[in-house]
């Protein structure tokens, strides 16, 4: 690793909640494809395009969610995928439902066929939902094995999302500490460092932290 990557390791260090980042490795490829897993991955992703598209970065930008009231813009491939859900109840303003993660994941062919490519692989989601939580891991654990170029970075639920979120997430981290250059984030602590922080603005920090991370990691010099 060269003194350059390590600064950009360092830097990022000052930034981590969790010690994994020091074993991510930098990559030398000169694209980079950013996938977007669930609704967490999805607006990560349209934050990382909307603030590098314009600086001829060499980049690739899909999403993978339900397509449903989705706004993609066009510099984005949608890749369609529904979740399986439980009905929880019914309350007065609709149906409740909570991710059936039982469930056995099924990946799209249209998703699998994208990592043939050579390229580096940036895989984005927040976990606690079926579609992030289940891909970011598996599809991490099937680029290592292939031994392709990738690095995984997931959000870790606010507190106020709910205790099944937060369950789903810490045991999704417990698995994913055996799988190499996966980076983890906790949104509490953003929430905890400004503290007069509004519900409104919570998730639009998470995903600044999301860029925040890339720049220092792929595109700082």
């Known amino acids: 690793m060269d003194n350059n990557a390590k ?3 360092k830097a990022l260090q000052k930034l981590s909640f969790k010690p994994w980042l020091s074993e991510i490795e930098i990559s030398t490829q000169t694209e980079t494809h950013f996938i977007g897993f669930g ?5 990560a992703v349209k934050y990382i395009w909307s603030h590098i598209w314009s600086q001829r970065v060499k980049a690739q930008f899909t999403v993978v969610n339900d397509q449903r009231g989705a706004e993609i813009p066009e510099g984005i491939k949608l890749i369609p995928f529904i979740s399986p859900k439980i009905l929880k109840f019914t309350g007065k303003y609709g149906d409740i439902t ?12 249209e998703l699998t066929e994208l990592f043939h490519e050579n390229c580096r692989f940036v ?19 099937m680029l ?15 507190r106020f999302e709910g205790r099944n979120k937060q369950l789903i997430a810490l045991k999704a981290i417990e698995r994913m500490k055996t799988i190499p250059n996966c980076h983890i984030f906790e949104l509490d602590q953003l929430k905890d460092e400004q503290e007069d922080m509004l519900l409104c603005d919570a998730f639009p920090a998470g995903d600044r932290y999301f860029y925040r991370i890339v720049y220092e990691l792929l595109f700082k010099q």
């Open 7 to 9: 600064n950009r390791i």
């Open 39 to 43: 609704s967490g991955g999805v607006n």
């Open 98 to 109: 909570v991710p059936d993660m039982a469930q056995t994941l099924v990946l799209p062919d």
């Open 123 to 141: 895989l984005l989601a927040s976990l606690g939902g079926y579609t992030g939580t289940k891909m970011a891991e598996a599809l991490s654990l």
């Open 144 to 158: 290592h094995n292939a031994q392709k170029d990738y690095i995984t970075i997931c959000s870790v639920p606010y």
